[in-house]
């Protein structure tokens, strides 16, 4: 049985904001059916941006979830290079609030008392908000990173490369602002 892209998840959110990806749409790559245990995944994610939104009270956009690496790899086409991203499980999305600046929702989710008890990583990275649960390459334990965005010449070969330097990590402090 296929998989009905305008179906709910959750209240805001559809399947197809989290099997999307401009660049795949943009190379004419369609995405896959995604199999169980990855749809399960998104179910986590989606559920992790729902309250997101009510947190952040705003409407969230999804500008990428589900990344397959095949029979394309559309993670690599969305300008990932990690091997080990939580996009390829289905357990990562980019996100963007509407009207709200992305280091103000990331400063927000980050002071939220429970937000990040289960969030791997919150990166402000590309005009958006990464927001991964754990996955294989935390141990499915969350490491609640919070990280930036930097971008530095490589000496040898004169490219520019993306960083992600590690900000702090979160840790439960009532009443405590983080960022």
């Known amino acids: 049985m296929a998989l009905d892209l305008e179906a709910h998840i959750t209240e805001n959110f559809q399947w197809k904001e989290f099997l999307h990806s401009d660049a795949a749409a943009h190379a004419g790559v369609a995405f896959p059916e995604p199999p169980e245990d ?4 998104i179910r986590k994610v989606a559920a992790k941006a729902e309250e997101a939104r009510g947190i952040l009270g705003v409407r969230v956009n999804i500008h990428s979830g589900w990344r397959p690496t095949e029979p394309v790899d559309i993670n690599k086409l969305a300008g990932s290079v990690s091997k080990t991203s ?18 103000d929702a990331l400063r927000t989710l980050v002071n939220h008392p429970t937000f990040m008890e289960g969030v791997d990583q919150l990166i402000n990275e590309r005009g958006c908000l990464h927001m991964g649960l754990p996955c294989k390459a935390s141990e499915y334990q969350p490491r609640h990173e ?13 490219q520019v490369e993306r960083h992600y330097p590690l900000l702090f990590v979160w840790k439960p402090s009532p009443g405590v602002a983080h960022v």
């Open 86 to 103: 939580a996009h390829i499980e289905g357990l990562a999305a980019d996100l963007s609030p509407e009207g709200m600046q992305i280091p």
């Open 146 to 158: 919070v990280r930036g965005e930097t971008y530095i010449q490589n000496p040898k070969t004169k």
């Open 38 to 41: 990855i749809q399960a995944n």
